[in-house]
């Protein structure tokens, strides 16, 4: 900073805030993890909380949409798995919607395309899963392929009159004159698998 502006309060203060890496998400984190020490009453903590809102807030500069956007955005960062959670808060969002739409390009770079959202506090995200997402195409009488699975056959078990075929992409097959295709995708080509079943 030149020596001309250090006698200016507010560029004083600004460069300060910077060099120190004081910002709004500072004091966030400071009103979240906010402690009562020994000796201070209950309202000395309320004052200490009002001021760290305050800071983080910064009411008088935005609507109550503004806010109610930040404590949406908190939320939401809270909830995201921590790859997807790291990843959107260095994109530095400043509302909900914006960090949604990133979390859902970072899911769908790592898929190939779009893919449900599974993550949250304690639940996998798509990439941590191998879940089978499965497809069917049928040709002109849709019920074949079901009557040719018969009552407890599976994906994984396909009935003894399809055969198997390796799938090396995740895509939809179309129904072909050679019968019915069954599509078992899943995130791990090697796990992939398609059988056709004869009309």
């Known amino acids: 900073m030149d020596e001309e502006r250090a006698h200016t309060y507010s560029d004083l203060k600004d460069a300060l805030l910077t060099k120190f890496d004081i910002s709004p998400e500072t004091y966030r984190q400071k009103f979240r993890t906010v402690t009562?020490?020994?000796?201070?009453?209950?309202?000395?903590?309320?004052?200490?909380?009002?001021?760290?809102?305050?800071?983080?807030?910064?009411?008088e500069q935005h609507t109550k949409e503004q806010i109610g956007e930040q404590i949406?955005?908190?939320?939401?960062?809270?909830?995201?798995?921590?790859?997807?959670?790291?990843?959107?808060?260095?994109?530095?969002?400043?509302?909900?919607l914006?960090?949604?739409?990133?979390?859902?390009?970072?899911?769908?770079?790592r898929r190939g395309g779009p893919a449900p959202y599974q993550g949250g506090p304690g639940r996998q995200t798509p990439a941590q899963t191998s879940s089978a997402r499965v497809h069917t195409q049928?040709?002109?009488?849709?019920?074949?392929?079901?009557?040719?699975?018969?009552?407890?056959?599976?994906?994984?078990?396909?009935?003894?009159?399809?055969?198997?075929?390796?799938?090396?992409?995740a895509?939809?097959?179309k129904p072909g004159l050679e019968g019915n295709v069954i599509t078992r995708t899943t995130d791990s080509p090697e796990q992939s698998?398609?059988?056709?079943?004869?009309r």
């Open 193 to 198: 698998a398609e059988w056709r079943c004869p």
């Open 98 to 109: 914006a960090a949604a739409k990133l979390a859902q390009q970072y899911l769908n770079a």
């Open 72 to 96: 949406i955005l908190e939320q939401l960062l809270r909830v995201f798995p921590a790859d997807i959670r790291t990843w959107v808060k260095e994109h530095e969002p400043t509302e909900g």
């Open 138 to 169: 049928q040709s002109a009488d849709s019920n074949h392929a079901a009557s040719q699975r018969g009552p407890g056959s599976s994906l994984a078990n396909p009935p003894p009159t399809c055969e198997p075929h390796r799938k090396h992409h």
């Open 36 to 59: 009562i020490p020994a000796g201070e009453n209950p309202a000395e903590t309320y004052h200490r909380l009002k001021g760290l809102y305050r800071r983080w807030i910064r009411p």
């Open 171 to 173: 895509q939809q097959a």
